[in-house]
């Protein structure tokens, strides 16, 4: 009776609240939140793209510097970017001066039209990585969130990042390339303030996506984050922390992945069969667990399987 | 001699300018993927452009011209065998009156859709070549572009582009209704 009731509550919440979202002024309401002196960011909903969402699912942010404002990701789509740029006038009236782009995904990268005028910085490999890719990206987003993407075209930054530290207005970055959630991660330190800005290598209570991922790099990689000293940790996806938990839940879930595909292929399962494997009690609480899971399975078998699988040709 | 010479000089310029002239009609090829992706404001050669409020005026007038959306769909060579009918992922909404005609905007049309395309507009103009065809899919749609633009090149005279599509049409508070595509011609 109790779940019954509960249902029909939740139900009624599901109906009212997408009649709220669906009628689109694509406002993605983006409210900066502060984490840290002059350090803010948008958290976005952990949820895979949909049109109630706009693609809305990121966290980026920003760090107001004497020489500027510092921008990290640019988000889903145009509307983004610009939307993001009117909430960053809410808090400062520093002109934007520059934009690190984290990794090629095209949640955090296809607002930068807004952002034209301004050095946009990434790493080599995620140049290259939009270059083939980011226009097939913008074209399938079409199709997951429509008239939200209106005007969107797949940018690419102009500008190539140096790993190391470089001062920016009293505040001094540290640019860590990185690789293992894609070929090309880069990870921003603020030492003057202790903020991690992690891209999509920290996934925060929301399972971890591998379209592009090499799981033991990507292990390798989170033990260079465990080692830095920061206070504040801006995850690409999930809530923000103040400790090092989210990095030890991401080993563990990673250590257990790798674990269970290599069981699986070695017990001859299918694909469609591991995708019915038991997922561990302490994940269940991750949100999309089941379907990023999933979406795991058809990233990641193959090369589990041939590795296992010898040609006898 | 002189004659000679100045006959040739006429040719040479005369060639020349020709060969200008042609440059400047040599038009911009269809448009390959993404079809999702901000296109040009300017309409294909020959095709003229329409917003969505000269749209709405257009439909509220006595000569109401011909709706065609053409939305992509997945197309399934084995639906030939049977009923004809394209793969749908989404429910589409469009322009009450429009004819959903899936694909003909691609940047090469197979056989079967090229001829799906030509028949289907023989159809709806009692072919009549002069009568006011629009063609529109959403905004940021290289396919409603590429599809216009093939209609002009087969001889239609009267081709509008609705760029911004039914986001456009959504914009001024259009209507939209549910549609499903015009099957493709099943196999004898």
Same mark, same amino acid.
């Given at each position: ?64 510097? !004497? ?8 988000? @889903?789509?145009?509307?983004?970017? $610009? $939307?993001?740029?009117?909430?960053? @006038? ?6 934007? @001066? ?26 080599? !490999? ?32 102009? $500008? ?16 860590? @390339? ?62 923000? +922390? ?33 995708? $019915? ?7 269940? +609480? ?16 193959? !090369?589990?399987? +041939? ?7 | 001699?002189?004659?000679? /010479? ?12 020709? *060969? ?54 997945? /197309?399934? #060579? ?7 009918? %394209? ?10 009156? *429009?004819? %959903? ?21 023989? &159809?709806?103009? #009692? ?25 002009? #090149? =087969? ?5 509008? %582009? ?6 456009? =049409? ?17 196999? &004898?």
């Amino acid at each position: 009776m109790k779940f019954i009731v509960k249902s029909v509550f939740f139900l009624a919440l599901v109906v009212f609240s997408t009649h709220i979202i669906s009628a689109p002024n694509f406002d993605y309401h983006l409210v900066p939140s502060k984490v840290a002196e002059n350090t803010y960011v948008f958290v976005g909903k952990v949820e895979d793209f949909s049109f109630e969402n706009g693609g809305n699912i990121v966290n980026t942010g920003f760090i107001v510097t !004497s020489d500027g404002v510092v921008v990290i990701d640019t988000g @889903s789509s145009l509307r983004y970017g $610009q $939307q993001m740029k009117e909430a960053i @006038s809410t808090v400062t009236d520093k002109p934007i @001066s520059r934009v690190f782009i984290t990794h090629h995904h095209p949640d955090h990268f296809l607002g930068n039209q807004a952002f034209k005028d301004v050095p946009i910085i990434a790493l080599g !490999s995620t140049l290259k990585n939009i270059n083939n890719e980011g226009a097939g990206f913008a074209d399938n987003l079409y199709l997951m969130v429509g008239d939200w993407m209106r005007g969107t075209d797949a940018l690419a930054p102009n $500008q190539i990042a140096t790993a190391g530290v470089v001062k920016i207005g009293g505040h001094e970055l540290e640019l860590l @390339s990185l690789s293992g959630h894609t070929s090309g991660d880069m990870a921003i330190l603020d030492h003057s303030t202790g903020v991690l800005f992690s891209g999509d290598l920290i996934f925060h209570k929301r399972t971890l996506t591998t379209p592009h991922a090499d799981i033991s790099q990507w292990l390798t990689t989170l033990e260079v984050l465990k080692k830095l000293p920061f206070k504040v940790l801006v995850p690409g996806h999930g809530a923000v +922390s103040n400790d090092k938990k989210p990095i030890d839940e991401m080993v563990d879930y990673l250590t257990w992945l790798d674990g269970a595909l290599n069981k699986a292929v070695n017990e001859g399962l299918s694909m469609t069969d591991a995708m $019915q494997i038991e997922l561990p009690k302490r994940f269940h +609480s991750n949100a999309l667990l089941k379907s990023e899971f999933s979406r795991s399975i058809t990233h990641l078998y193959s !090369s589990y399987e +041939s590795r296992v699988f010898k040609r006898l040709n | 001699m002189k004659p000679l /010479f100045v006959l040739f000089i006429t040719l040479f310029l005369t060639a020349a300018c020709a *060969s200008d002239d042609h440059r400047g009609v040599i038009e911009e090829p269809y448009r390959g993927l993404p079809y999702h992706a901000p296109t040009t404001l300017i309409p294909p050669v020959g095709v003229t452009k329409v917003s969505a409020t000269q749209l709405k005026k257009l439909l509220s007038s006595g000569n109401k011209p011909i709706l065609i959306d053409v939305y992509g769909a997945i /197309f399934r #060579e084995e639906s030939l065998d049977f009923d004809g009918a %394209w793969l749908v992922s989404t429910p589409r909404k469009n322009i009450p009156g *429009s004819v %959903w005609l899936p694909n003909v905007g691609k940047q090469e049309l197979n056989t079967v859709v090229k001829e799906y395309f030509k028949n289907n507009l023989i &159809e709806l103009t #009692e072919d009549d070549k002069s009568k006011l065809l629009i063609i529109y899919c959403i905004e940021d749609c290289w396919m409603a572009w590429n599809a216009a633009k093939r209609a002009h #090149e =087969w001889g239609y005279t009267n081709v509008m %582009w609705f760029r911004e599509g039914i986001d456009g =049409w959504k914009d001024i508070n259009g209507l939209l209704e549910d549609s499903q595509p015009v099957n493709l011609p099943v196999n &004898e």
